[in-house]
Nanobody, 121 residues
Framework: QVQLVESGGGLVQPGGSLRLSCAASGSIFSISFMGWYRQAPGKQRELVAT???????NYADSVKGRATISRDDAKNTVYLQMNSLKPEDTAVYYC???????????????WGQGTQVTVSS
């Protein structure tokens, strides 16, 4: 089994910055894709950013230029740096990862429990 644990959320003022972290642990042979999604109250979960094992990245239009996703494979950790935060960035942020637990196993999709980010003055 694999666990994803997010950290770094909290209350931040508009225009501020924060860095989210998500550490994967458990039965891990390799991690292909990693990413961040968010869900605001009354809205569907949406993609924020993703990063592949080859460091190819993808960002939602709403965060382009303000967000940077990165990963540290030695720590099985993905990060999301967000700057110039806006009230509309308020949401629960979820970590996602595609993990293989053995050399010939299938890649399975895992999710973290989420971390709240609130942007307000």
């Amino acid at each position: 089994q694999v666990q994803l644990v997010e950290s770094g959320g909290g209350l931040v003022q508009p225009g501020g910055s924060l860095r989210l972290s998500c550490a994967a642990s458990g039965s891990i042979f390799s991690i292909s894709f990693m990413g961040w999604y968010r869900q605001a109250p009354g809205k569907q979960r949406e993609l924020v950013a993703t990063i592949t094992s080859s460091r190819s990245t993808n960002y939602a239009d709403s965060v382009k230029g303000r967000a940077t996703i990165s990963r540290d494979d030695a720590k099985n950790t993905v990060y999301l740096q967000m700057n110039s935060l806006k009230p509309e960035d308020t949401a629960v942020y979820y970590c996602n990862a595609g993990v293989r637990s053995s050399r010939f196993g299938n890649t399975k999709d895992y999710w973290g429990q989420g971390t709240q980010v609130t942007v307000s003055s």
